[in-house]
């Protein structure tokens, strides 16, 4: 009877490895497939690896004319001013929601996700007609702004929760040792709130980093990012361009992403939404 159960055990291994190898293969599978095609040379049906290898794409995407660095910087200046911006409508908007009794708090924060409640499409095309007649169209600016109107979605939100955390018998503490308003927002209540703030610059960088619908509609085509230059070479069947430029996308994004699970704790993920 043991050994019987010991094999059932056993088997039950079976339909488990099966589910994580399923898993493993469409996550890992299309990563594999791109990491192959930034050192391909040749390759096509019915083979099933490239026929050749080479770093030649490389050359081309880096090259003065190649548009990749150009587009790189964009997107790299575009995102750091997109936080900037963010933060600094986030950090007293997320401490205003997080300390004040504000009427209708709930409503305040759920109107910050009207942005994504609607198609982005026909949004950017009304942003871009209304830019165009102020001059924004096809500016670092213009594109700064429309990048900012997603990321205050992760900014407000997650600097609220962030505050939320923060236990208000240690902003008491130091006014009653006679620290003003601001000296305690500043040395007591922005150093805790840190890590969450932290979290909220990274995910409003990633978040600017891979837009596309706004930059195309407001940005294209004076001002190259790399989004555009990914839909621009994957739409003309140059699969290498297209590969190496969605590999400096994914980069930054993995780097990112390991750093917010540094920061982003699960006391001020509790918070969100409260």
């Known amino acids: 009877m043991t050994a019987l159960r010991n094999n059932l055990s056993a088997l039950w291994w079976v339909p488990r490895g099966i589910v994580f190898g399923l898993m493993a293969f469409f996550i890992f599978g299309p990563l594999f497939n791109m990491l192959l095609w930034t050192v391909t040379e040749k390759w096509y049906f019915p083979h099933t690896f490239p026929l050749e290898y080479g770093f030649s794409s490389w050359e081309k995407v880096f090259a003065p004319r190649g548009g990749a660095l150009e587009s790189l910087g964009n997107s790299l200046v575009v995102a750091l001013l997109t936080v900037v911006v963010s933060l600094a409508l986030a950090i007293p908007a997320g401490y205003a929601l997080a300390r004040l009794k504000l009427p209708l708090r709930g409503v305040i924060l759920l109107a910050f996700l009207i942005p994504q409640a609607f198609p982005n499409l026909t949004v950017y095309v009304n942003i ?32 609220t929760a962030a505050f939320s955390a923060i236990d208000p018998e240690l902003e008491q503490a130091a006014r009653n040792i006679g620290a003003g308003a601001l000296r305690t927002f500043r040395d007591v209540t922005l150093p805790l709130a840190a890590p969450g703030l932290m979290a909220s610059a990274i995910f409003v960088f990633l978040e600017s980093l891979d837009e596309f619908t706004g930059s195309y509609f407001v940005g294209a085509p004076d001002v190259n990012m790399l989004p555009l230059l990914l839909y621009t070479t994957a739409s003309g069947g140059n699969y290498q361009i297209a590969s190496i430029t969605a590999l400096l996308l994914l980069v930054p994004s993995l780097v990112f992403m390991a750093v917010v699970e540094r920061f982003l704790k699960a006391d001020v993920l509790s918070r969100v939404g409260q």
């Open 128 to 159: 871009a007609r209304i830019f165009y007649e102020i001059g924004l169209n096809g500016t670092i600016p213009g594109v700064v702004l429309v990048h900012v109107s997603h990321g205050l979605v992760y900014a407000v939100w997650i600097a």
